[in-house]
């Protein structure tokens, strides 16, 4: 079982979304300064509950592992993962290990961020592609995606391993039989490291996220 699921909260209630959240998101929620920030960290926790909501888990533990990545520890066959950017949240959920990220293409990315930091040949790749900072977001949501999958997160160095984007998506001298998939939605991009192929994003309205208790 998968489910991959996003939502713009550019028009979310904040004042009605915090009363839906719980006391460790709200202390979360506070965190921030900005109300752009707040949002995110709101609607992609009503996003969550609402998947989970949908397979009747209405009661999660939420707990983090030893990089920070968030487990539900009263439902130890349900895993699930969170990103946002710009005015987008996504979470994923699955009965194996899933990671994911959604990204807003930034036409002016560095693109020396690759250089540096991407394999060899993921920069040459995007070096030599026609449209530059949209093949970078590739391989930066899949790359994120599987940092976020190992629960390492950023200590995984990303030129530690290489995705390659071929007719099929895979990460190199890959021993679990990972599947990829990518998803373009408007001005992002959206990468999945499971062990599903994802064929459907489903995009739910900011509405259909209030009225879980």
């Known amino acids: 079982m998968i489910k991959l699921a996003y939502c713009n909260i550019e028009k979310l209630d904040l004042i009605k979304g915090y009363g839906l959240v719980s006391k460790n998101r709200q202390e ?3 965190f921030y300064r ?3 920030d707040k949002k995110l960290s709101c609607g992609a926790y009503l996003l969550l509950k609402k998947l989970l909501h949908e397979q009747n888990i209405t009661d999660p533990i939420f707990k983090t592992e ?9 439902h130890e066959n349900i895993h699930f993962n969170l990103s946002h950017s710009g005015k987008m949240v996504l979470c994923a959920i699955s009965d194996m290990e899933v990671g994911t990220d959604v990204e807003y293409i930034d036409p002016k990315i560095d693109l020396n961020i690759a250089r540096h930091y991407f394999y060899n040949s993921e920069y040459e790749n995007i070096m030599k592609s026609k ?6 977001f590739k391989y930066w949501v899949l790359k994120e ?9 950023m200590n995984l ?3 530690s391993f290489e995705i390659i984007i071929d007719d099929k998506i895979k ?4 021993n679990e039989n990972l599947r990829f998939n990518l998803f373009n939605i408007k001005n992002y991009k959206i990468g999945i490291a499971s062990h599903y192929n994802v064929s459907e ?9 209030y009225g879980l208790k």
């Open 28 to 30: 979360k929620i506070d």
């Open 171 to 174: 990460l190199k001298n890959d």
């Open 201 to 209: 994003l489903i995009e739910y309205n900011v509405n259909e996220l």
């Open 145 to 153: 995606s599987y940092m976020k999958y190992t629960g390492l997160g």
């Open 34 to 36: 900005f109300e752009k």
């Open 131 to 136: 449209n530059k900072p949209d093949e970078f």
């Open 157 to 159: 160095k990303l030129d």
């Open 66 to 74: 030893k990089y920070g990545k968030a487990y539900i520890s009263n």
